[in-house]
């Protein structure tokens, strides 16, 4: 639920925690009734542009790079060669930025059910879009849940899915059957990471996630927290399930010499969101 007060405020309501936020506008810069959802695009007074599906803070300017590495970069330095990645969602094309920063990397495909969110992310986050022509990427419209069901066993590195909260276009990414398409296309060691929303009042999807991950056939999950301004609650975490082994640490010594910068992401905050304060050692399930 969202308005756009008098004094231009745009303002997201999330009514089951009894929770809001807002950002200062200048203007509405445009707004998109795609097949599939509805898009807005706004110019904020202080986070630069702002993206809004179905009344829902997408992504700004200002701290999309919290989110983009630390969809990216954790599980790519957890896996010992990553050479082909799939995104699943990711239409705003700032997590593909950010995988193809690692040279391991040989193909990403990234399949977004909306193609109006990747042209207006082309026109509004340009710097998002940087590396949308690098010859390993190969962006794709289409079904997200049936291009996985059609992906050759045994094919992929890590798989990506950075989609929508479960709802409309994004239901379907949140379930058992949809690990089992991923977890037959991984190869042995292969990891999937997923947004995972807030632990501070999202535990019970989290929790429902992770169990179908396990029931799924995955040997092994890791939560990892992060800040995420503009999302509800403010706090964030995305979650990685590992094929036919357990998690072992992350190339420490690699991401120290990586040749390319970030903005967050570093060993010590890797490190760091693997932390899980009580509350999530208490409640969390898998």
């Known amino acids: 639920m969202s308005e756009l007060n ?25 707004e998109v009734q795609s097949p599939f959802q509805h898009i807005e695009i706004y110019q904020t007074t202080d986070f630069g ?6 009344g829902c803070t997408m992504v700004s300017t200002r701290e ?14 957890t896996h010992p ?18 995988v193809l920063k690692h040279r ?15 042209r207006l992310a082309e026109q509004y986050f ?27 066993a045994e094919s992929v590195d890590v ?3 950075d989609s929508t909260d479960p709802v409309g276009p994004g239901e379907g990414l949140f379930n058992r059957a949809f690990y089992q398409s991923c977890l037959q296309a991984l190869k042995p060691g292969g990891i999937l990471v997923q947004q995972s929303e807030s632990p501070l009042i999202h535990m019970g999807l989290l929790n429902d996630m992770r169990q179908a991950m396990k029931d799924a056939g995955f040997a092994a999950l890791q939560t990892l927290n992060f800040p995420q301004m503009i999302y509800p609650s403010g706090w964030w975490t995305c979650t990685m399930a590992r094929k036919d082994m357990v998690f072992a640490g992350f190339r420490r010594d690699d991401v120290m010499d990586a040749e390319f910068e970030t903005d967050y992401y570093n060993a010590d905050i890797h490190q760091a969101a693997l932390a899980l304060p009580n509350f999530m050692r208490r409640q969390l399930v898998g």
Not at 6 to 23: C, D, N, R, V, Y
Request: hydrophobic fraction near 40%; proline fraction near 5%; include cysteine.
């Open 64 to 77: 999309n790079f919290l989110y983009h590495e630390m969809m990216s970069h954790p599980a790519l330095f």
């Open 159 to 161: 798989i990506i899915v």
């Open 126 to 152: 340009p710097e998002l879009c940087a590396s949308n022509h690098d010859p390993r990427a190969f962006i794709m419209f289409d079904d997200g849940i049936k291009f996985m069901q059609e992906t050759a």
């Open 81 to 98: 060669n990553p050479k082909n990645v799939v995104i699943i969602g990711g239409g705003d094309c700032g997590t593909l930025r950010e």
């Open 6 to 30: 008098s004094k231009q405020w745009f303002t997201e309501i999330f009514q089951p925690s009894g929770s809001a936020f807002s950002l200062k506008i200048h203007q509405k810069l445009t």
């Open 104 to 118: 391991s990397v040989e193909s990403v495909y990234q399949i977004d059910i909306d193609e109006q969110v990747t």
């Open 49 to 54: 542009n702002l993206m809004v599906i179905d």
